[in-house]
Structures are given as C-alpha cells and as structure tokens.
C-alpha cells in the first residue's frame, strides 16, 4: 500500500458553486445568462488541476479542446440557436476506454500510451450535442477490474476516503462526478464497471439496455457484453445524456408508471443491506407493494470453455486483434497481472469456444427473461462499502457483488445504482434497480422517484468542498 495520500487544497472555487450543478441546472442558467459555458469550464479545470493529483480521477484533460467548446457553446447561447443542442455547453468527461480525438486513448495500458484515435460514435454524438468534452477518464487496464488501477500511474482514489478505491472500471468517472469535476461521466459497463463505482463514490450509475447506446467505432464492443453507461449527479443527467446517446425520446416520469403502479420484486440473496432496507422502504413509501424473490438463475460457470468466455466477456480487447498481431506477446512485460492471463486466454480460444458462449450467453438471456416475466422493477443489493486499496495489481476485485451485476450484463436489461446514503464507516451505499429488457424509461422513472423520496444529490465528499 503507498504512503497516505495527502489531501489537496483547493483554492480555486467556492463551495458548492457551479461545479456542484447538474446539467440540467447549468443549462437553465445558461438559459437565464446567470453564467458562460466559458466559467464553468475555467472552474472545473482549476479544480482538476487541485484534486485530480490527489484522486487519479482524468487520465488527460482537453484544456485547449474544451476552452474551444466552451467558446463555441457560449456564442449559441449569445445568439439563441443553441435549440438543437440538447448539451450546450456542459462539461462531460468520458472513459478511457473510448476513443476520443485530440487526445491520447490509451484504453488503460502502457501498450497505449501514445495511440491517438479519431472520434468514435459516442465522441461524435457528444459534440454534435454541443457538449464539452473535457477530459479522459481513468480505468482498469482494458476495463478488466472493479479497482480502476492500471500501469500508466497512481489507481483512482475514492473521494470519500482517499485510501479507498473508487471502484472499476470506470472508477474514474465515479471519482469525477462525486469530486465535482464533471456532472456527467461516459463509462462502460460489462460486469458492473459502471454500477459499481457509481455505488462506492454516491453517484448515480445507469447501464442501459444492451445495445441501446450504439457502440459505432469502439475497439472492443463487437466482441463483448460491454454496455456504455453513464455516471452523473441526477437521474435527470443520465435521462437527458442517454436520449442524446440514443437519438430517442425517453419517456419522462410524467407519463411512465409510477413507482406505485409497479410489480416490484426484491431479491436480498442472503445479504440484506442497509442499502437494500433503505430502497425497500422508500418503495413501500411510494405506495409499492414489494415481494420478495429468490435470485434469478447464475449466471453458468464457465469450465472447459473459459477460453472463449474470455474472448467473449472478458472485454480485453477482443482476442482478434490478440490473434492478428501478437499483441500478447509483443507486449507482455507492459500488461499488469490481471489482464495478463486474460490476453492470454483470449488468444488461445478458438472459434467453436467463442460461438458456444455465445450461445450459452443467449439462451442464459432467454432464461432470465422468463424470470423476469410479472415483474416490472426488481431491487437488488449491490455493493458494500468500498475495500481499501489493492496492494499490488495482481487482483481483479470482482467481489460479491459480481453474481448481482454480471447478471444483467449477459441478459442485457437496464440497470441503475441508487445512492442510499452511508455505511457503517461512513462511506456511501447502494442499492440496484433493474427494469425488463428495453424498459429503459420504466428505470429511470423509477430511478427520479427514489431521488426524491431519498435525496443524494446534497452529499459531497469533504475533499470536494
């Protein structure tokens, strides 16, 4: 374990100013001139550059790209054609596992370093939003670990509580927005990367359907579970973020069934948590009726065919590339031990390995499915309070908690972490919401409803403020 780390200090921005917004907050004060795009970068970058050494939350930061957005977001609003610009002008970080032009996309791994990319769907979908974009987020080398630690330097730290992790992969984006250095992060989620740190850092997490969120020019997505996600501060900032990410209206709260009206399921798989309690009686309070249920079918041991799920769901990068150019080989000493034997794994599964998880994958879809039919909401525990640190980068942290979440990584249906407060040693909690495949909107109308009947959105790290 490394020396303790010191706690930064700011000087660069008042409490619980601008860069304690949300999107939807600072795009209505855009609206009423109360602030510039231009400001709110200016004041994230400061505070980046004073908590990011203590936190490893960006990998890199887009100071000239972004002041540039911001500029450009600032000149639509001046002259009131920003209508078709849904995210004008708010800061939006986005996971290093995404390739982003005019910085480095090193997928966490020194074998990355230096690879430039150009925009990938999600990138271009961004900017034709009107978003900046203003920096590239930490993660697990090739997203394989729930401790975003890797080799380029120091692991993601956990605002709450600097020698504790802020999960994975994409801890970094957890770390960002519970720090108040962006309102909303892009992450990836193929075996909880999104919910989990989503979880350990108090923000809100959402995975969306499999799918939903195309992953157009993205390394990896063809080959995995991998769904893109979003991290940020309200339930509203995910909903606004993913219809921009989907090009689709999603239903708002209004007009879905409220939680009320709902058949909701609890699932407390012999670890009922503070969390947990806590969701279900906010749900009781909502009116909700909740049963409870046994945990849906596990998710199938891989055995003789573990090589091809890790080609398949092990989101290393898709044994392709491994196969073509010996990457493995060629890079082997630059790999931390997690992914090590997983590269390797991958690059020794053959085609008729790969098919059959696929298979395996798709009839396990078909049986949750099946499960879920009569419910409309199923609640979850999700994690416990973050561990400490790994020692070293040998362990890939899947947890307890795995079981839980990989589930609906493989069945492919909505998922959100809902912020419940705190644990026992004061580090934040939460339970998970799931929805039936393609109910995205049945989620995060849910999701709205628990925000309010259990606020999280005033809770910010000490270090934040």
């Given at each position: 374990?490394?020396?303790?780390r ?5 000087h660069?921005a008042?409490p619980l100013g601008?860069?304690?917004w949300?999107a939807t907050?600072?795009l209505a004060a855009f ?13 994230l970058?400061g ?13 890199a930061v887009?100071l000239?790209g972004a002041?540039a957005?911001?500029?450009?977001a600032e000149?639509a609003w ?7 610009l849904?995210?004008?002008g708010v800061p939006?970080s986005v996971?290093d596992?995404i390739?982003i032009?005019?910085m480095?996309?090193t ?8 690879h430039?990319?150009?925009d990938?769907?999600?990138g271009?979908q961004?900017r034709a939003a009107?978003a900046?974009?203003i920096g590239?987020?930490?993660t697990s080398?090739f997203a394989l ?5 890797n080799?380029l330097?120091e692991?993601?730290a ?6 504790h992790?802020a ?5 970094g ?5 519970a720090?108040g ?6 992450g990836?989620?193929s075996?909880?990367s999104?919910r989990i740190?989503?979880?350990?850092t108090g ?11 195309p ?8 080959l ?16 606004l973020t993913?219809?921009?990410?989907t ?8 007009t879905s069934?409220s939680v009320g009206?709902?058949r909701?399921?609890?699932?407390a798989d ?14 009781r ?7 409870c249920v046994?945990a849906p079918?596990?998710?199938?041991e891989?055995?003789?065919l573990e ?12 044994a392709?590339?491994?196969l073509?150019?010996n990457f493995?080989?060629?890079h082997?000493?630059?790999l ?6 997983i590269y390797r794994g991958?690059?020794?599964?053959l085609a008729?390995?790969y ?5 395996e994958?798709q ?7 099946d499960w879920?039919?009569?419910y409309?909401?199923?609640?979850t525990p999700?994690?416990?309070?973050a561990?400490?640190?790994?020692a070293?980068?040998?362990e890939?942290?899947?947890?307890p908690?795995?079981p839980?979440v990989?589930t ?10 809902i912020p419940?407060?705190k644990?026992?040693?004061?580090l934040?909690?939460?339970a998970q919401?799931?929805?039936a495949?393609?109910?995205?909107a049945?989620?995060l109308?849910a999701?709205?409803?628990?925000e309010r009947e259990?606020p999280?959105t ?8």
């Amino acid at each position: 374990m490394s020396a303790q780390r010191e706690r930064p200090t700011l000087h660069t921005a008042k409490p619980l100013g601008p860069w304690s917004w949300s999107a939807t907050d600072l795009l209505a004060a855009f609206a009423e001139r109360k602030i510039s795009p231009v400001e709110v970068v200016e004041e994230l970058i400061g505070r980046i550059e004073a908590l990011n050494p203590a936190l490893h939350a960006y990998l890199a930061v887009d100071l000239l790209g972004a002041r540039a957005a911001a500029e450009t977001a600032e000149r639509a609003w001046r002259r009131g054609n920003r209508d078709a610009l849904p995210l004008c002008g708010v800061p939006v970080s986005v996971k290093d596992t995404i390739e982003i032009a005019g910085m480095p996309t090193t997928y966490g791994s020194l074998a990355f370093r230096d690879h430039q990319a150009p925009d990938s769907g999600i990138g271009k979908q961004l900017r034709a939003a009107g978003a900046v974009i203003i920096g590239k987020t930490n993660t697990s080398e090739f997203a394989l670990s729930t401790y975003t630690s890797n080799r380029l330097g120091e692991p993601t730290a956990n605002p709450w509580n600097l020698e504790h992790t802020a999960g994975g992969s994409s801890g970094g984006a957890g770390a960002a927005v519970a720090a108040g250095l962006a309102p909303i992060g892009i992450g990836t989620d193929s075996t909880g990367s999104v919910r989990i740190p989503a979880a350990f850092t108090g923000v809100f997490g959402f995975k969306p359907t499999f799918g939903a969120i195309p992953a157009r020019q993205q390394w990896r997505a063809a080959l995995t579970r991998s769904h893109n996600g979003i991290l940020s501060r309200t339930s509203a900032d995910a909903q606004l973020t993913f219809q921009v990410l989907t090009n689709q209206h999603v239903v708002g709260t209004g007009t879905s069934p409220s939680v009320g009206d709902m058949r909701v399921a609890v699932v407390a798989d012999g670890d009922d948590t503070a969390a947990l309690k806590r969701a279900v009686e906010a749900l009781r309070r909502l009116g909700a009726d909740p049963t409870c249920v046994a945990a849906p079918p596990p998710v199938p041991e891989p055995g003789e065919l573990e090589p091809g799920v890790w080609a398949y769901s092990g989101d290393h990068y898709a044994a392709a590339e491994t196969l073509r150019h010996n990457f493995w080989e060629r890079h082997n000493d630059e790999l931390t031990a997690y992914a090590w034997p997983i590269y390797r794994g991958g690059s020794q599964a053959l085609a008729w390995q790969y098919r059959q998880v696929i298979n395996e994958a798709q009839e396990y879809a078909r049986v949750v499915a099946d499960w879920f039919t009569g419910y409309d909401l199923v609640v979850t525990p999700l994690a416990p309070e973050a561990p400490v640190q790994p020692a070293n980068d040998r362990e890939a942290g899947t947890g307890p908690y795995y079981p839980l979440v990989t589930t609906w990584n493989i069945a492919g249906n909505p998922a959100a972490s809902i912020p419940m407060g705190k644990g026992p040693t004061g580090l934040p909690v939460a339970a998970q919401i799931v929805g039936a495949h393609g109910d995205d909107a049945g989620v995060l109308a849910a999701a709205a409803e628990l925000e309010r009947e259990v606020p999280w959105t005033h809770r910010w790290p000490d270090l934040a403020q």
